[in-house]
């Protein structure tokens, strides 16, 4: 497997999700900054110009974070990265979707990139702020859903490396983080997979 990442995106849940599986992988490095990810190189893999993407041993591509995710928990389920239970499973997926379309793509992604949802450069702190409201809103609906819990659905899973990702990005934009969502994000700042992925992506 290969992943195609770039340093401290959405892509590092994905990075830890595989070292938690523990089987050997390549990673290739894509510089959003300098816009790699519009290049024909990188199209030519996945032509939505996104990271995660995950190249699988028989030459298909997987993309998109929950897809991923998903995949990488029911293919290696020795690495029990979803619970057993039918309902604990769909409230894994639940929270994970709801982070990554409401929490990273409507609230971060208004405040990292706010030219993207205005034509006017006049709006874009409004905008800002609007993305703001949103994580904070999103962050107390997960803090609640934390509430009495080390992991999002009891124990370890997928779910926890997306909310882990945002919760890392609210140091970002100086963003205090609910009590439990910032017991959380010690908690997998502690488990030695998220430490290797950070010092392999720079970013201990």
């Known amino acids: 497997m290969k992943l195609y990442y770039a340093p401290g995106a959405c892509s590092i849940g994905i990075h830890v999700l595989l070292e938690e599986i523990g089987k050997p992988y390549e990673t290739e490095r894509v510089n959003l900054q300098q816009g790699e990810h519009f290049k024909p190189p990188f199209i030519a893999v996945n032509p939505k110009s996104k990271v995660p993407t995950l190249a699988k041993d028989d030459g298909s591509v997987l993309t998109e974070y929950p897809a991923i995710a998903y995949w990488l928990a029911k293919t290696n389920p020795f690495a029990d990265l979803l619970p057993d239970d039918i309902d604990a499973q769909a ?23 706010s030219g993207n949802f205005t034509p006017s450069a006049a709006d874009e702190e409004t905008v800002k702020a609007r993305g703001r409201e949103i994580a904070e809103r999103g962050f107390a609906l997960i ?17 926890d490396t997306a ?18 969502c910032a017991a959380h994000l010690e908690r997998m700042l502690a488990r030695p997979s998220v430490q290797r992925v950070l010092q392999q992506e720079g970013l201990a």
């Not at 803090?143 to 779910?159: Q, T």
């Open 163 to 180: 909310i882990f990702y945002v919760e890392f990005w609210s140091k970002r934009v100086g963003m205090t983080l609910p009590a439990n």
């Open 143 to 159: 803090d609640a859903a934390l509430e009495g819990k080390e992991y999002a659905v009891g124990k370890f899973s997928i779910a």
């Open 91 to 113: 409230k894994a997926l639940e929270l994970m979707d709801y982070v990554i379309a409401t929490i990273h793509m409507q609230g971060f992604g208004r405040q990292f990139r």
